[in-house]
């Protein structure tokens, strides 16, 4: 993406650059029009985008969660500065700030907020999703690898902000079976 | 009579009070410009002062320079500053002095308008600055999300600056777009067609619709916001059936088309330069004006993508992710266009075409940037990082500030009547390119790395602090560039010599008056046969200035202008300008404490700015009373003109369609935010329903079409007998019926403090109540009129505008009585 | 005037061609219709897809309607910018409301 952004960005730099060279031209609106108009501005711009907007409907469209067996679903709760976290296969446990999932299955996060808004960051897993008052939204995410993940609120809420962080751990099968046998690992 | 003695007569006609004092009560468009451009450029600075102090607390890990309390007051005040009190006035103040000017008219449609707006603009702006200087300013982000906006989070006065301040600088806008509406539609000089227009003006229409319907939702949004804080009743609130999410819907149902409202004047400054520039004319004048036009729909087409994390449904983001591609496709025909006017003229480097480089470079790639996010995959990681703060730089600083740093230099010698004499706006440029792509590129990449939007300070461990720096040590070039400027323009005003008039050999009106331009602008109007009127007639100044065109005779010591039919340009009447007046300050100031006594809560005064505000309106239109028929007058060259009071017509039914078309977006939006909170939010359908009564409803009704109908009885009795007083009777008893229905539904609403569903319906009733008041006061007005012997079956225009008010409380009655009662049958 | 509605009138319609249907879908998808079905082709679906050929049927009346002597405006200009707006309101309407025939409805 950013490659065909160069390119286009050059493509008009250099347009630009050579309306400056000394030439004499035959003066041939129609012919110009056509070639600018509806040659560069319509037809080079709508090729481009409708690639670009295929590709983006496509990739979104698998993003979205499908369901399966293997899944696994917790649920985050917001609020001015801290997250917890409850989970579907250990109720009543709630943890504070630190979400624990198992590494290599998908996991879907029920997200919502007590107070204002907030979003739901973990940038190496997924993008953002916001948690919103009264509403719950889901969002699949899912760790390859055991291990920790840095998560982020990614909504201006306030003056506590910056540092309204969470963290996630992965755990791998074992650790995570300990986790739900309410074993802290 | 010599061009000497016409030039004094009409001088003395039209000129100002002299001296500081004429600024209070000047209603002249080239004063009003250029005050407007001051004010505009002061808050610039003010809101480049506050970009300093981010950038400089951003500088190095862990400031200590601001704390979170401050800093958020620094980005929210810059944001807002910068959007409302910067880009949107510099279009006004640019398009007040321009347009008239270039459509070769006298002034604008209403000159005390334009001067309220201008007013309004001038103590909204205020508020705002008085809550920073004293440190109470709002902090809740430009966007103002609730609930951390709400009354619980933000308990403090500080976002009631931002909500009361900024709807009251949004009156200037409306103000303005009317008056652009109905100004370019008919104040053009004689012959000039729809496709004679200067192109500059076709973008300030395109602009001003959009205006007319972009800004309503976030005024709305304003209301109900101020409405909530202050008196409890629920919009944004979840527990009590409100909903955060209708703010961000209608907020960006603003907030989009906004950053269009921007860029499209900048769009028509680089449309008109460029082809000066190049010696040559725009390519494609007819597919650029098609490509403004497709622009400004399609731009109220992408709001969701501001609310791609929201989790609205897949489908539903992909229509928005759609639109927002093919946007860059109007883009992309004018970029071309303009592209493709260099390649077809010689282009030279004068200084106005340095800082068009400046914008083409900047704003394509804000613009690429912008396609990016609209894919919703990466907006998920991209959104609410730095990446998003810079894109929209690129396209606010790309796509408005170099146009506009363009157009200062390229008008600059009309507004002065010199040639710049030191060289320093091309080192000022330099400076100001390369401050801010490195201020800018910087912010692109940290952003990519993860830095989020809005965070006071960073950790040094996560690597960003040499990037910041960078970035923070950029805009300080960028800022010295930008004083550069400043300093450039203020020593052309004092110390530059006189220059040539027409210096760039321009084709357009502006240039075919003296510069400075003299209060009249033009001494008799053109007539015009080209779209550049100039290039086809060099000497077109000196003919207009001897009294070759229209309106040549300034004989009856009065303000005259003509207007046009829309399409083809032919004279159709005369319009006769109030003079120099002190009422749109005094009527700004009135407006002001309105928006005062809800600020600081002292609601006992409220009534009283009311009362104060329906007084002046009233002795405003009064003031535009014609004692006796005049007839068709002389208008020059051997033809006569009605007068506008004598036409059907007149130029306030023009400016109350548009306010209209307005005010109906406005509704628009209040009815999709009860269909939203019904459909969307959590804790519906409501525990109670209103009771339906058919009384209530049957009154309303009638009273509606009652109304309706007697201001057509009144027209027809105008008409044949010269008095309307029976009809507008029977209209003023309707509204009454109107007003006492919608009344009862406020009163009998359950608990407006409850449930969103009782608020909305209380605002609803409170909606319609306002438009039979407005409409009771027009119709008692007339009467008053009528019998004081100001109307006449000739002297009629005022009926059709009454009659267009109350058609609209028609509709309005109708459409609140039936939703409201609606769900309480189906139940 | 007609000729400045002249000028607006195709893309208004797409404006209000695309608020439609986002708005039904909105509610379709709030009061779970994308769940009602008849052999196996989900109504809703049906729904959509109608709404959108039907926005696209109005936009391509429009093409010859303002080009033509009747309907269309004296003057060249407006004329040729409208029909130029017309095309677009066609692309728009093609373009922007793609997405409910390739999307999934509801989730
Ligand atoms: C003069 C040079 C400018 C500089 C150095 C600058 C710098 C910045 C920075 C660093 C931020 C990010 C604050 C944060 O996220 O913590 C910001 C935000 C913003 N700027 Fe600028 N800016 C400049 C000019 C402008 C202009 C000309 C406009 C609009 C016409 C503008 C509109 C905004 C807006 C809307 C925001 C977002 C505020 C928010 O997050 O609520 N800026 N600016
Ligand atoms: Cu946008």
């Known amino acids: 993406m950013f490659a065909g952004a160069t390119l286009i960005l050059a493509f008009v730099l250099v347009l630009l650059a050579l309306a400056f060279r000394p030439r004499s031209v035959p003066p041939d609106e129609r012919g110009q029009t056509r070639f600018w108009i509806i040659g560069l501005g319509l037809g080079f711009s709508m090729t481009i985008l409708a690639a670009l907007l295929a590709y983006g409907l496509t990739v979104g469209e698998r993003l979205l969660p499908r369901d399966s067996a293997e899944t696994v679903a917790v649920r985050a709760v917001a609020e001015r500065w801290s997250w917890s976290f409850g989970y579907e296969e250990l109720p009543g446990h709630v943890t504070e700030n630190v979400l624990h999932i198992p590494a290599g299955r998908p996991v879907d996060v029920a997200i919502t907020s007590v107070d204002v808004v907030h979003s739901f960051w973990v940038p190496r897993l997924a993008g953002k999703l916001d948690a919103i008052p009264g509403h719950v939204n889901v969002l699949r995410i899912e760790a390859d690898a055991p291990g920790t993940y840095d998560g982020l609120t990614a909504e201006f809420n306030g003056e506590g902000y910056e540092e309204h962080e969470f963290l996630v751990i992965a755990h791998d099968e074992a650790d995570w079976q300990a986790f739900l046998r309410g074993e802290a690992p | 009579m010599s061009a000497l003695r016409r030039h004094r007569r009409l001088t003395a006609i039209w000129a100002s009070e002299p001296g500081w004092k004429g600024w209070f009560s000047t209603v002249n468009h080239t004063d009003v410009g250029r005050m407007f451009l001051a004010t505009s450029f002061f808050f610039f600075l003010v809101g480049g002062i506050l970009a300093m102090l981010i950038r400089a607390q951003l500088a190095t890990p862990h400031s200590a320079f601001a704390g979170p309390e401050v800093y958020n007051q620094l980005f929210t005040m810059h944001g807002t500053i910068m959007m409302f009190l910067f880009a949107i006035p510099t279009f006004e103040g640019l398009a007040i002095y321009l347009l008239p000017k270039m459509l070769g008219t006298r002034d604008l449609a209403y000159p005390r308008l334009t001067a309220y707006g201008y007013w309004c603009y001038f103590f909204g702006g205020g508020m705002l600055l008085f809550s920073l200087l004293a440190g109470i300013a709002p902090d809740g982000g430009w966007f103002m999300y609730p609930p951390l906006t709400g009354p619980i989070y933000s308990p403090g006065i500080n976002t009631d600056f931002w909500l009361i301040g900024i709807t009251f600088v949004e009156i200037s806008a409306i103000c303005a777009a009317v008056e652009f509406c109905v100004s370019i539609l008919r104040y053009r000089a004689p012959g000039m067609s729809l496709d004679k227009m200067p192109i500059f003006a076709w973008y300030a229409l395109v602009t001003s619709l959009m205006i007319l319907t972009g800004f309503p939702p976030l005024i709305l949004g304003s209301v109900l916001l101020e409405v909530e804080r202050a008196f409890g009743l629920p919009f944004f609130q979840a527990e009590l059936g409100g909903d955060s999410l209708l703010w961000q819907h209608l907020f960006w149902l603003f907030g989009h088309p906004e950053v269009y409202i921007i860029f499209l004047p900048a769009a028509g400054v680089i449309s008109t330069v460029i082809p000066v520039m190049c010696r040559t004319t725009l390519l494609g004048y007819g597919w650029v004006v098609a490509a403004a036009v497709a622009l400004a729909f399609l731009s109220f087409g992408l709001w969701v993508h501001h609310m791609f994390t929201t989790g609205i449904p897949h489908m539903g983001l992909a229509f928005f992710s759609a639109a927002s591609t093919l946007v860059a496709v109007p883009t992309g025909v004018q970029v071309f266009a303009w592209i493709g006017t260099m390649w077809k003229g010689r282009p030279e480097l004068h200084l106005p075409m340095l800082h068009i480089l400046g914008f083409f470079v900047t704003f394509v790639m804000g613009g690429l940037t912008g396609v990016m996010v609209a894919i919703v995959p990466f907006d998920w990681q991209a959104h609410d990082t730095a990446f998003v703060t810079a894109h929209l730089h690129y396209v606010l600083f790309g796509g408005f500030v170099f146009p506009i740093l363009a157009a200062i230099y390229y008008w600059l010698p009309l507004f002065t009547g010199r040639t710049r004499f030191f060289k320093l706006g091309e080192l000022a440029f330099g400076l100001i390119f390369v401050g801010f792509h490195g201020t800018f590129l910087a912010m692109h990449w940290v952003g990519l790395l993860g830095q989020r939007r809005r965070i006071e300070t960073y950790d040094a461990e996560a690597g960003w602090t040499t990037i910041n720096l960078v970035s923070s040590v950029s805009s300080f070039v960028l800022a010295i560039g930008l004083a550069m400027v400043l300093l450039d323009v203020l020593l052309h005003f004092v110390v530059a010599v006189r220059g040539r008039r027409n210096p760039w050999h321009a084709g357009s009106l502006e240039w075919a008056m003296p510069a400075p331009p003299p209060a009249y602008n033009f001494a008799s109007l053109p007539v015009v046969e080209t779209r550049d009127p100039v290039s086809s007639d060099p000497h077109l100044a000196v003919r207009l200035a001897r009294g070759e065109g229209w309106l040549a005779d300034p004989a009856l010591d009065r303000r005259e202008t003509l207007t046009v039919e829309p399409s083809s340009g032919t004279p159709e009447y005369m319009v006769i300008y109030p003079g120099n007046t002190r009422l749109p300050i005094v009527f700004a100031a009135i407006t002001g404490l309105f928006f005062l006594s809800l600020l600081i809560k002292v609601y006992w005064l409220t009534p009283i700015a009311l009362a104060g505000i329906a007084t002046v309106g009233w002795r405003w239109v009064w003031s535009l009373a014609q004692p006796v028929d005049l007839g068709p007058q002389e208008a020059g060259r051997g033809e006569r003109l009605p007068v506008s009071g004598e036409t059907d017509r007149a130029p306030g039914w023009w400016g109350s369609a548009f306010l209209l078309a307005a005010d109906a977006t406005f509704f628009g939006s209040l009815l999709f935010g009860y269909a939203f909170l019904w459909t969307v939010a959590p804790g519906w359908p409501p525990p109670e329903l209103l009771e339906p009564s058919l009384l209530e409803l049957g009154v309303g009704l009638a009273g509606a079409l009652v109304a309706s109908i007697g201001m057509r009885i009144a027209i027809r009795g105008n008409r044949s007998r010269g008095t309307g007083v029976a009809g507008l009777a029977v209209a003023l008893t309707g509204t009454a019926a109107a007003a006492l229905a919608v009344a009862s539904l406020m009163i009998r609403v359950p608990a407006p403090a409850g449930h969103a569903y009782d608020a909305t319906l209380f605002v609803l009733g409170g909606y319609a109540l306002f438009h039979a008041a407005l409409a009771g006061l027009m119709q008692t007005f007339l009467i008053v009129r009528v019998r004081r012997g100001f109307t006449s079956p000739a002297r009629r225009a005022e009926f059709p505008i009454v009659c267009l008010w109350a058609d609209y409380l028609a509709l309005v009655t109708i459409l609140v009585l039936v939703v409201a009662h609606l769900p309480g049958w189906l139940a | ?107």
């Open chain 3, 1 to 107: 005037m007609t000729d400045v509605l002249r000028i607006l009138v195709a893309p208004l319609v797409w404006l209000a061609a695309f608020s439609g249907v986002y708005g039904l879908h909105g509610v379709g998808c709030a009061f779970g219709w994308a769940d009602v079905e008849l052999l196996s082709i989900s109504l809703f679906r049906v729904a959509l897809l109608a709404a959108w050929g039907a926005a696209v049927l109005l936009q391509l009346s429009l093409i010859p309607t303002l080009g033509s002597n009747r309907f269309g405006s004296a003057a060249p200009f407006v004329r040729r910018t409208s029909v130029a707006l017309a095309w677009v309101g066609l692309v728009a309407t093609l373009w922007t409301l793609l997405p409910v025939a390739v999307m999934s409805a509801c989730d």
